[in-house]
């Protein structure tokens, strides 16, 4: 039977339709498309030892002794050769647009990398974001992942990218009005509520760490989404301490790993939600890492009515991930 529900956070409104889990789906991708040629591996701008057809590197972590722009280097960050936004400072599109290269090796997979690749990782975004702060002329920073074909990906080898302006997406406005209206009501954190059980009796937690909590949202627009909230409530990224990045990179990799598990290889997104770089700490928002599973396209009903249409309920999943998460 279908269910239509409405995010008390986002807004967005998804139609869970279970019967549509059995319908056929061929997809016209080369279903070996995870499993790289030798032309892509040689064609890898992104590799060690290609340094120079990229820009020059923003921020890098090195073996010792060695330098900018040379091999030698563990994760590197450096401006997209083809911004969304105009690097141009007296513009009025003016913004940033970053790529984070993951390792040195050619890898689609970002479950692939070690434990040490995903601290790194964790560690550049959270320099990267602070590092943009502040510039007046940006208000806001998000930082996400495309990966594979349904992910939006243009290269195979695992990276993220940053992109910060003075625009704030109507949608994350949205987000921080609930948040805001939603502390001056009730005295407490909508964040903290969608780890508990709701009165109508969903709880979307999955599990807990010593620093976050992994739920799968009420109306969760992809099958097996799934968040990682702070446990301190923390309203901006780049103020997580150490620990917390260390504690986010392994729960984030076990997901992923999990994730995999459970639906096999597949595309995907994830993205650090931050509010704007003058959002209070009063003001209720938190920030958190979402992953979308990308099994299927967007299709014509998405994109006419932003609203979802997802075969797998947020019950189910919890279920389904509590059990490989803690086998």
């Known amino acids: 039977m279908s269910e239509i529900r409405t995010d008390p956070l986002t807004g967005f409104t998804t139609i869970f339709a279970p019967e549509r889990a059995r319908r056929p789906i061929k997809l016209s991708e080369n279903a070996n498309h ?4 030798q032309e892509q591996i040689d064609s890898d701008p992104f590799a060690e030892g290609k340094e120079s057809e990229t820009t020059p590197e923003l921020f890098a972590i090195r073996s010792p002794d060695t330098r900018a722009n040379q091999p030698g280097w563990k994760l590197r960050v450096v401006a997209n050769k083809y911004p969304a936004l105009t690097p141009v400072s007296d513009s009025e599109e003016y913004g940033v647009h970053e790529v984070i290269v993951e390792c040195p ?40 992942k495309n990966q594979g074909i349904l992910g939006g990906a243009s290269l195979g080898h695992v990276h993220s990218q940053l992109l910060a302006s003075h625009l ?48 799968c949202p009420y109306a969760s627009r992809f099958a097996f989404e799934t968040w990682v909230i702070p446990q301190s409530l923390k309203t ?89 998460l803690c086998s």
């Open 168 to 215: 704030i997406p109507q949608a994350l406005q949205q987000e921080v009005q609930q948040a805001r209206e939603y502390q001056s009501e009730h005295g407490c954190s909508l964040f903290k509520t969608l780890a508990q059980d709701s009165a109508d009796g969903f709880s979307g937690r999955v599990m807990s760490t010593d620093y976050f909590d992994i739920i």
């Open 34 to 37: 995870y499993v790289p040629t």
């Open 105 to 144: 090796q050619f890898e689609t997979q970002v479950s692939r990398l070690s434990p040490t690749q995903f601290q790194y990782m964790f560690q550049a975004y959270r320099q990267r974001v602070a590092a943009h702060r502040d510039d007046p002329r940006i208000n806001y920073a998000l930082v996400f």
């Open 236 to 324: 901006h990224f780049d103020h997580s301490s150490d620990r917390e990045l260390d504690d986010l990179a392994i729960i984030t990799r076990r997901l992923l790993f999990s994730l995999e598990s459970l639906l096999g290889r597949h595309d995907l997104n994830y993205v650090i939600q931050m509010p704007p770089y003058d959002t209070r700490e009063q003001d209720g928002y938190t920030w958190s890492l979402r992953i979308y599973p990308r099994l299927t396209h967007l299709a014509g009903f998405e994109l006419a009515s932003n609203a979802f249409i997802n075969p797998v309920y947020p019950e189910h999943a919890i279920e389904q991930l509590k059990r490989q």
